[in-house]
């Protein structure tokens, strides 16, 4: 057995042991081999198709294009794999077809895909309120998306994520690393210091289980996303927050006018679809910042607030989780719930402190 099926055969053991406990039980060794198998179904590396008569060099183009893992095949339209250099439509053909034989897609029951649904994990943002207005906190397989106004807090609670993400958590949750991405230049890793301290973690080993990039162009925020999955699926498991601060920012700058706002949307719409598949392929947290801009016709529909966040419909329907932040008094902020599959519209303070997101003091 190699070290990482040794590593999840002992999660598995230990989650179900605990189970088994609260309902008297024994664990099986079946039941034991279908968590593994659950959890090695999505990191199976596309080498495996090697036995399906699929060459080995067309492997290594679907790698370096960022598509690492037979899943990552599923995701990914024909159109973006002929789109790779040197996969021919026969080629492509050949490959979906073995892709389909290593993962029969199609329905299941309800029933089965709760079970699916208990991989998912939550990440806590470092306040009890706000992780209770969030159910837990940032979910896993998802994105969630924060937006507001400069100083509401957008970029504090990155920070704070990029620490609490390494944290043991509920139902088993380890901790893992984090992959963030700063389009801003607002990222400051000393930032991180006072918040490991606040847990009582080590600072260089929190800070060294940080990956950041900076990203220049909406271009270059794509590429960045390639590398995103490789590194992902190269330490299968160990990534589990992926942070993109702030989404919209390069967008905004590479694409000016009404003219170019269909090509805009369009790159934009890729990029979220790019993301989706990353936080359901790897089972990682997706967390984007937004920026806000002013609504000319909220006066007219006498509106509270003339203000919306960016990026239209197209991001308004890839997030899974939407939340509005507004300034209080001093250091306190004011989250919403604006759009949520599964939770009620409502509202948590917190504060920003020395030690990042915490409780509101009244």
């Known amino acids: 057995m190699s070290s990482k099926n040794l590593a999840v055969y002992y999660i598995a053991l230990q989650h179900l042991v605990i189970l088994a406990n609260m309902q008297d039980q024994v664990v099986s060794d079946s039941a034991i081999d279908d968590f593994i198998n659950d959890e090695e179904s999505f990191f199976r590396d596309v080498s495996v198709l090697q036995d399906h008569g699929i060459n080995a060099a067309d492997l290594k183009k679907l790698k370096q294009a960022g598509i690492c893992t037979v899943k990552g095949i599923q995701m990914t339209t024909r159109k973006g794999l002929s789109n790779i250099k040197g996969i021919s439509e026969a080629k492509v053909d050949k490959i979906k077809e073995a892709a389909a034989k ?8 309800a ?4 079970s699916l649904r208990k991989q998912v994990f939550k990440i806590t943002t470092g306040s009890d309120d706000l992780d209770k207005l969030l159910g837990g906190g940032i979910e896993s397989m998802a994105i969630t998306e924060v937006f507001g ?51 009582d973690l080590d600072q260089n080993a929190v800070l060294d289980n940080v990956l950041y990039a900076r990203a220049y162009t909406s271009e270059h925020q794509m590429e ?26 390069l967008f905004r700058v590479d694409f000016s006018g009404r003219g170019e706002l269909a090509d805009r949307q369009q790159k934009l719409a890729q990029m979220l679809s790019r993301l ?58 004011i989250a919403k719930i604006y759009d949520s599959p599964d ?3 409502s509202e948590a303070t917190f504060s920003i402190t020395n030690g990042g997101i915490a409780d509101a003091k009244e």
């Open 224 to 249: 960045l996303l390639d590398h995103v999955a490789a590194k992902f699926h190269e330490e299968a498991g160990i990534f589990k927050l992926l942070i993109v601060d702030s989404v919209m920012a």
């Open 149 to 199: 106004e400069f100083r509401t807090g957008k970029t504090q609670l990155s920070h704070t994520l990029t620490v609490t993400t390494q944290l043991p958590g509920a139902r088993g949750y380890t901790g893992g690393k984090v992959v963030y991405i700063d389009t801003e230049n607002t990222f400051r890793p000393d930032r991180l210091r006072p918040i490991a301290d606040r847990f």
């Open 343 to 345: 939770m009620p519209e």
């Open 102 to 109: 290593m993962n029969p897609s199609g329905f299941i029951s």
């Open 111 to 114: 029933l089965s895909f709760s």
């Open 276 to 333: 989706q598949k990353i936080s359901e392929e790897y089972n990682v947290a997706v967390f984007l910042t937004n920026q806000m801009t002013a609504d000319p016709g909220a006066a007219m529909s006498f509106q509270a607030d003339p203000k919306k966040p960016i990026g239209g419909h197209i991001l308004a329907h890839a997030s899974t989780t939407r939340i509005s932040l507004r300034k209080g008094r001093g250091e306190m902020r």
